[in-house]
Each structure stands twice: as C-alpha cells, then as structure tokens.
C-alpha cells in the first residue's frame, strides 16, 4: 500500500515535522512474526515507541528486510492487518483497530511527546513485549517522562512507580524496596531482595544501590513481586532494570544539558551532562558516549567546626556503547560504565536542630561502581539466541563517629569506625528463546556467577593526647557461586487464553572466611580466624494463566517464588554462638490476580493487583548493641497488599497519571534468637503509598511548545526496624517538585522547584549504627530548591 493511500485513509497523519522524522532511512531485519510482534521488533529497531500493538491481535505473518522509512515500514507490516498506525511525534506511534471509512486523526503535538499512558514495549521477561500483555505488576518510566520529571537517579523516580520506595541514608547508601516487602531498612551480608540491572547484566549483590546516574537512559523498567524463575536469587521482591540507549547505526546523534539550583539556607548545586552518538561503518557499526558531573551542595551546618554545607556529594560517570551488527541476523553489543560518587558528611541530624549536625567526625561515605558487559544476539533457524556477560566491581567505603560506644573505648576518648566493601562480579547468562508468530512461545537458559567480596573494617579510639589506638580489626572474604537452568513455556489454549509454565533449577555454594583481631582492653576480647562453606539447591516455580480481551485488556493469575541462600556472620568482640553464626536461606511465595485495562480508544490505561504472600525465615540485617552489624533470620510473615496505577491523556495536551500501594503484613513464628522483642509489622514500609505525575502540554508559536510538570508523592508512617525495642516511627511525608518548560526538537529551557512547602519531615529515622539506639535520629527532606536546566539536541 502506497503511503498516499494511508495518508488519505486517515492511518498515518502528521504534521510536517513528524513527516520529515519518518523520512529518514532505517536498515531493518525482522523475520516473519505475528503484526503485533513485528510492530515490536520495528520499534526496537527504529528506536521509536509504538503504542497499542494489542490492537492487532496475535494473528497474522509479515517480515521486512531491507532499508526503509519508518512509514513505509509501517505501511508495508500493516498492508493486510486490522489494525492501523499514526504517528504521534517523531519518536511514537499508536497502533488502534482498522477503521476504512474514519477520517484522518488530528496530530497530537508533534516535538518531545511525553506519553504517561504508553504501552511501551518492554524486555522485563527476557523477550520484547508490551508492559499491558505480560501477566505480572510490570511498569515503565519512559525516556520522555525521565526527561519531562528532572528524575536524575533511581531514588527521584521512585514515586512515579507503584510500590517502589527508597531507604534515605544517602547517595549511594540506600536500598530499594518494592510491594512492602521490605526485609528491614539496614544494609549488610543479607542479598538485597531488589535485583538491579544495567541493561541486560545484573550490578549488585549484597551492595547498597550504586545511585547511577539516568543520563541517556531509554526507559526504566520495574517488575514487582518475586521474580525468581527468570532472574534468580535476589529477586524475592522484584526487578529494577535501566536501560541505555543504544548507538544509532545511521545517524549521528549529540546532546547536553546543564543544571543550576539554589538550596534554600544551602550551598548551589550544578549538574553537566552530555552524550554523543557515532556511525562507524555505514549501518553496520556505531559508537554512543554518555558521560556527567554532578555537584550535589550541602545544606547542613557542623556546630562544632563551624563549617557550612558538610553534607555535599560529588558524582562523576560515563558509558560507552559500541554496536555492530554482523549480517542481517546477529548483532554485538560491548557496553562499559563507571562512576565515582564521594558524600563528604552524613545527611542525618538529631531532632531540634533542624538544619545542623555536630560530630567530631565526618562520617563520609565513597561510592565507585565501575562495569563491563558483552552481548551477543541472533538467529538460529526460528530461533533467537542471546548471550549477556558482564563484569562489576563495586567499591563503597563508610566512616561513622564511634564516640561513646563504650565497647571500643574508653570515657574522654573519641571513637572512629571505618568499614571497606570490595565487590568483583563475573555472570553469565545465556538465553534460547523462541520466535514469534505461534501459539506455543518458550525460552531456556543457564546462568552463572562467582561473587568475590573483601570486607575489611576497623574500630579505633583516640585519646585526649592524639594517641590513636586499634581497638578491633576485622578481614573477612566472601566467595558465591550461583549456577541454574531455567525455562519457560506459554501455550495459547483457546482464542484469548494463555497459560505459562516456568522454572529455575538452582545451585549456590557460599565461603566465609574472616580474621577478628581484638584488643585485649576490650572486655571479654576473643580473637580468632575462622573459615565456613556450605551449599544451597532448590527450584524457584512460576505459573500464569491470562486472558486476554479483543480491546487489548488483560486479566491474570500468578503464582511466583523467590528466594536468597543463607550464609555466616564472623563480626563479634566475641567469639559468636553456634546458633548466630549462621542465617538459613529465606524463600517467598506470592498468590496474584491483577487486570490491565484500555479504555478510550487507549487513552486510558489502568493497572491493578492484589496480592498475597508467605515469607519463610526472614533474613535481615541488624545491629548489636556494640554497633556492628550481623545477619539473623527473624522469623515469618504474611502480607497482603493492593496495589495500582491509572494514566489518562487528553485530546488538549494533559497527560494524568497516579499510583498507589495499600499493604498489610504480620510477623509470626518469631526467632527467639532474636535480640529484642519483635515488631509485629515488617519495617520501613507504609502502609500507603502512591504518587502522581501531571504534563499539560500546549503548541506555541512554530514548532515551539510550552510544558507545565507536577509531581507529587505520598510515604506513609512506618517503623525503623524489626526490634520493637527502637521504637523510631519516620514517614508521614509528601514529596514534591513543579517545572515549567519551554522547548522546541533542537533545544529547551526549564525552571523548577522541589519540596516547594519547604516540608523538613523526617524521611529515614537511621543514619548511625553505634548512637541510634540511644539518640534518635531523623533525616529531613532537603530544603526548598530552586532550578533552572538548559539542554540542546545536535
């Protein structure tokens, strides 16, 4: 079908700018597939949004090889469906059902388009496919949503998401939580029940989250709920997944952007981004370089110093992509990133003093992540075949005033404690899957990792001459192996309706090894070296059963597990009990039913879940009350929870979306092992949450257009920890930001302004191990800000 003809039938309609856009050349491959998962493939390909292929059903057989425009290669995929394309701005299209006799669609505004209602496609269960057709709570932030909100890390964006929350001790010291399943609010030995990916390569273990910067990110995508037949140990709460843009093989691409805020009563902050996009060799090669600097000023005074701003952070990172597609089938991708964050003082304070800390210390935190992946994908006969290696090495270091701990020393002497972390991470992942267009789709994997990690950590006291003395040393060394083959498999039974079957195969082997030296002037002093093993196998299942509507609605059932191996604590002025010296592994098994709706012609999306969940010997982290950390299982939980997200866009330019998350949980079978009384709710986590964005949008003068942003999120009262004894309540909190936009294809200019009631809500009651037992700690929101961002487009 020529293009005339879908222009004239009303199947694409543009303006002169999203015309131009469409024109340009693409080189694509795509076998013969169903018109939806063609669609799919052409969006991944053209690097474009293509929104609503649920409208073409599951049937039909098209491929494409060859160079095209982005309109011919829709009008040539949907010759024969019954569904139709329009673009929508230069980088979306919506897909809706066939219609001959309607008359052209008016053009939405046609430069930088920020659909808070898109069906993206999405990677999050290790094939392409639309967030509206998978059968679990998946969501997707957009790369012009990222953009259009400020979100620059992971903890700005968590408010635009349903059930995803952060920890607040700092810039590359927090831990991610989704769904209310939250195994306390500390991080230690125990693996972080959020698996976080770059891309297609896992980036953390037991770490803290490295806070990467979202600079040239194409979307971010959040699976919650156990996630452990695909993605394995660690995934007992979900995915949390940033995927980069990768290197256009046909044109060259540039941008950069800068920032400048203004903290009430603070130092100013600057932000310098930028990112460049190469050819190498004409459609076959290409390069892409990202790289930051990011200037964070403090805004909390030390009394005892009289110095300003301690608390500043410093963030230098980069990437670089470089691409190559070796024949029509096969395609490389080698991927390396890094970044060096240094926090210069703690951001807690202690209550009354508002803005001012007092330590004889700076309690510092260093945060170096640095990473390297190669993958390879193509074809084998109908099959698609993916291997993903990666490399992380993550380095975090924390310094925390001592000063009264009692135990490492004695009165009128300061106390200075200093723990070191260093991650090295090797996976592998190598995925078969099957082509589309059938009823029958399947994948097979196996997955290996070796994880080596050296912890040294050391306690010193000063005496009032300067004397420095150590008082307790500890070098430990950690070594996993994860080995697993898992599969999954859905067969479509009758029109509309699809079962899954899957499940992971898994084996760990865990080693500790630790020297504990400790000064005979500590009471009860027991230095000693000691060295554990000891292996864990099971198999992680998962079962779905949809249906899926002829307007593109789905409703589902689930059921999923997940789970993390146990392991050993050595840190102790004493030698440990027998029974505290190991944590056992924890596994939890989630119930779900949820629905995913279109309405109104797809301008409406709205997607919901319950839940219910059984979580088997909680593993968390905890401190004694010398202030070191151990690992412990504290008993039992059930929890149940309610979750859901609602968009709506307007004709007029007004794009609506909210979310929101209810959740109850109970701990039972307590460990009586435990130090303290137990809570009878699992900590950190509300119970509501939710949050919402706002975009009007308005076409100005030319290609010009005017935007209006407003984000808002709400954290609900919660508990700092499981010991009941720390009874430190936090939450209760709404944070804000407003932004007002000006921009054209080529450039945009923006002024905002966060926590505009200048809210000081005290959003994470933690912030020191050795003195929160005693003196309560609060971390207020950072003050009113004001900013204005400045970014172009080469």
Known sequence: MPLQALLAGGLIACTATVAEAADARLRLSIPPKSYADALIDLGIQANVSIVGTSACGRGGRVELHGGYSLQEALGRLLADAPCQARLVDPRTVRITPFTPDAAPAPARIAANQPLLVSELVVTAAKRPASLDLLPAGVSAISREQIAATGAADVGQTVGQVAGVLTTNLGPGRDKLLIRGLSDGAFTGRARSTVSTYLDDALINYNAPDPDLRLVDVERVEVVRGPQGALYGSGAVSGIYRIITRRPDLETK???????????RDGEPSREVEGYLSIPLIGGTAALRIAAYHDYRGGYLDDTRTGEKDVDRTVRNGGRLTLRARLGDDWEVNLRGATQHLRTKDAQYVYPAMGTQRVSPFREGHDNDFSHAALGVSGRLGEAEVASYTAYVRHTFTSQYDATGAGVFNRPGERGLYVENTRVNMLVEDLLIRSGSGGRLDWLVGAFASLTLEQSPSRADFIAANGALTTSYREFRKDRLEEVALYGEAGYEFAAGWKATLGGRLFRSRVRTSADVDVSPTVLLATSRVVDYARSFDGFSPKIALQREFANGSLAYALVSEGYRPGGFNTAGVQRLRADRTFFEPDRLRNYEVGAKLRLFEGRMALRSAAYYDEWRDIQTDQYRLTGLSYTTNVGDARILGLEAEVGYDWDFGLSLQVNALVTDSRVTNTNPSFTGPVANELP????????????YQRALQGDLIMRLVGEASYVGRSAISFDADVTRDMGDYVRARLAAEVATDAWSAAVFVTNPLDDESDTFAYGNPFSFRTVRQV????????????????
Do not use: H
Not at 253 to 263: D, H, I, P
Not at 779 to 794: E, I, K, M, S, Y
């Open 684 to 695: 950190g986590i509300p119970e509501a949450s939710g949050g919402m964005v706002a975009i």
């Open 253 to 263: 691409e540039a941008g950069a952007a800068a920032t400048l805020a203004l903290t």
């Open 779 to 794: 971390t207020p929101q950072r003050p009113r800000t004001f900013g204005v961002r400045l970014a172009a487009n080469f």
